[in-house]
């Protein structure tokens, strides 16, 4: 069986169909083009609700995810309530990822990632990284964190995730 | 009507009249030097007491200040409070802020900067951001991050605050 | 008198007699390289039980350890507690501590250091800084935030410890 990874788009203009959900497809490439183990991916697109997230965070989960990124809802505004919903229903905050992923788009020239409240935490055995919601600067935050991820989910007793070399430099470092 | 902008020195002997008040200035200064918009200050000198610091950022955010400067009280010390009474009365942590002003202290040859809980967050729709209590720090630590300030203050559906280009790049990423 | 010093290792297997702890003698080793002043340590090795390590950590703080380092029990895995237990008996987290050592792994070549959730936080007097497990990671994790420490000790009110200044540049920004 693939191992699953969930894709959570949150988003109220996306759900609602004012406007096509780009970001999704765009953890999707990338994840793709990392990963030399074929997986499973899980899509939903929902609203800036913070039960909602939680609800779907804690199904991708009990569904066999070993890993879920979702994208949007990280900002300060009034309706970005994403880090919100991981408190409800995740433990074990892992606030590297978040360093990382604002240090890498304020070298990729963007100051007001500080603004960003992006980080990841678990969710049982699920680890959950939170994504920006801008297409273009997804690749820029994943390609800041992907390498830890596969050991991640070892340590959490997920499936074994190769990376594709020739992309992507996975680290273990107890394969040293 | 002018912008309001909130300053708050948090300072037990500097509210006791047993010296004077330097970093509230510092930041007033900063500030006009870095802003093209005029903005009316509202400036506050108040002990390190936590319920004391949770009531005057409430009443500044409730005076509309778009913006509220604290400076002192965010060390490891017993009369260190100020983050704990952000804790108290403010939602969504910012913690890009602290990231980036302990990182631009470390810069400037001070390996005590790590000893700084310095952080943002959000007071209904008023920006928090700790600044450190010693004036010579306050200009490093708010050159790191004013850059993102203005857009911040855009999100929250505040006044818009321009720059000053020959000071200081205010960078909107919806604008490029 | 002596200066006390706690070095807790947190280890199931090393705490079971399944292998000899080399973390804590290897704290001990980095705190003697870089203290001019003696001091005298207390050690302890206990399980990855979150109850247990955060009365030791107590019991170490009210023997008057003005610092106690910790290894062990950062990382995303189920049994890694080591945060959840200073959360509970900690106060006023300084997280300028984890930013650095993660820092300063990922200067070291090991992507995987954004895995951990190491810190440093405050319990009543006495500063208590966690550690990686593995023996090669604790030189790199306190080179990057031992000359920081004295002074956070100063403001503690604990007693004053001196650098040798041929291994660590101890930094007091009052004394300048």
């Known amino acids: 069986m693939r191992p699953k990874i969930g894709i959570v788009t949150v988003s109220d203009r996306a759900s609602a169909g004012v406007y096509e959900d780009k970001s999704g497809p765009a953890i999707e490439a990338a994840l793709c083009s990392y990963l030399a183990t074929e997986c499973a991916f899980e899509k939903r697109v929902i609203p800036d609700e913070r039960a909602g997230i939680a609800a779907t965070l804690r199904e991708l ?12 809802g990280t900002g300060p505004a009034l309706r970005d309530v994403t880090p919100e919903a991981i408190a409800d229903c995740c433990t074990k905050e892992l606030p590297g990822f978040g360093e990382q992923m604002r240090a890498a788009s304020l070298r990729a020239g963007v100051p007001t990632a500080i603004l960003s409240r992006q980080t990841a935490a678990i969710l049982d055995r699920t680890l959950v990284v939170t994504l920006p919601g801008k297409p273009a600067s997804i690749r820029v935050c994943l390609d800041a964190v992907f390498p830890a991820i596969p050991y991640c989910i070892d ?11 020739a992309v992507v430099q996975v680290f273990r470092p107890d394969a040293k």
Chains 1, 2, 3 share one sequence.
């Open 155 to 165: 340590l959490l007793g997920g499936p074994r995730l190769e990376g594709n070399p």
């Open 61 to 72: 989960a009990a569904n066999g995810c070993c890993l879920v990124c979702t994208t949007g």
